[in-house]
């Protein structure tokens, strides 16, 4: 055992944690785990309408939601302010000496160029580690690197297992509509007519950092068993593992798929949340993401 890792585990048995661990708003943990754990939180900026927001700050999920289906035009997300990541970055090294940040996928968002610049602006060790995905997909690793800091690793073996672990995660979402990707305008108006007349449904997933279609499928049953039949083709035992379901204001669909994740793979634990409007903006209401 190292000196720095000794001191770490000596640390984490008096209760100390000597790295903070911070995060975006994309990462969609349940604020009750975000307290338990003392995770500082990033907010994205969210315009819908010509109205601005900022995420979990003055717009819930919920309302989110019901903005996005009134307005014509698809929301727009933007990175937080250069001075929003200086301030946690202070707030957190107040806290510890040492800071772990994990952000939205570098490819699907500028959040982390944001924070690698606002890092050159605070004196302290700051380590900013892309998730190279996307909701709960960022949710998962932010607990991981929570577990490891308790188990009393040091900042670079949190790194290596952290990027071992986003390796093996999967992220895959069912889209219960194209309304958003038309809004967006990455898909005409009459394919979108065609897709609804047909009743197609498709399934994307995240793909080094990237989001790809996956298969398109007639109808809401086979889409949702599509997220199922991924998990069972990663073939591993889920007993020691947790899954993360995302949901865009379908609860209902979301609960049954919870409970038949639990009948098929018994998972050690299954978090259940909103999806936040960063990922939720292009999932569209109905959406479904699991994670795993």
């Known amino acids: 055992m190292t000196e720095e890792t000794a001191e770490m585990k000596s640390s984490a048995s008096k209760g100390g944690k000597p790295v903070q ?50 307005s014509p035009t698809l929301p727009k997300t933007s990175q937080p302010s250069p001075q ?15 800071i772990l940040s994990i952000h939205l996928s ?27 995905s996307g909701s709960l997909g960022v949710g998962l690793q932010v607990l991981k690197a929570c577990e ?17 672990y986003r390796e093996q995660m999967r992220v895959v979402v069912y889209l219960e509509t194209l309304e958003n990707a038309v809004k967006g305008g990455r898909v005409s108006k009459p394919k979108e007519i065609v897709a609804n007349l047909l009743n197609l449904k498709p399934v994307v997933h995240v793909e080094e950092g990237y989001v790809k279609i996956l298969k398109t499928l007639r109808g809401k049953k086979k889409g949702i068993r599509m ?25 209902e669909d979301a609960l049954a798929l919870k409970e038949e994740i639990m009948q098929r793979f018994k998972p050690a634990e299954i978090i259940l949340t909103t999806m936040g409007p960063v990922i939720g903006t292009h999932a569209g209401t109905g959406g479904l993401l699991v994670c795993f």
């Open 148 to 164: 490891l800091v308790k188990e009393g690793l040091g900042k670079q073996a949190i790194l290596e297992r952290l990027a071992e």
């Open 84 to 98: 929003s990541f200086i301030d946690v970055f202070r707030e957190g090294l107040k806290r510890h000496s040492e």
């Open 227 to 251: 997220l199922l039949d991924e998990m069972e083709k990663k073939g591993v035992d889920y007993s020691n593992r947790i899954v993360g379901i995302t949901h865009c204001d379908c609860l």
């Open 106 to 132: 570098s490819r699907l968002s500028g959040t982390m160029e944001g924070a690698l610049m606002a890092r050159n602006d605070v004196e302290g060790e700051i380590s900013i580690f892309d998730s190279l």
């Open 21 to 70: 661990i911070i995060t975006d708003s994309s990462c969609d943990l349940p604020q009750e785990i975000i307290d338990r754990l003392k995770i500082l939180i990033v907010p994205l900026q969210i315009e819908i309408n010509g109205e601005e927001f900022t995420d979990g700050v003055n717009l819930t999920h919920h309302q989110f939601f019901e903005k996005m289906a009134a």
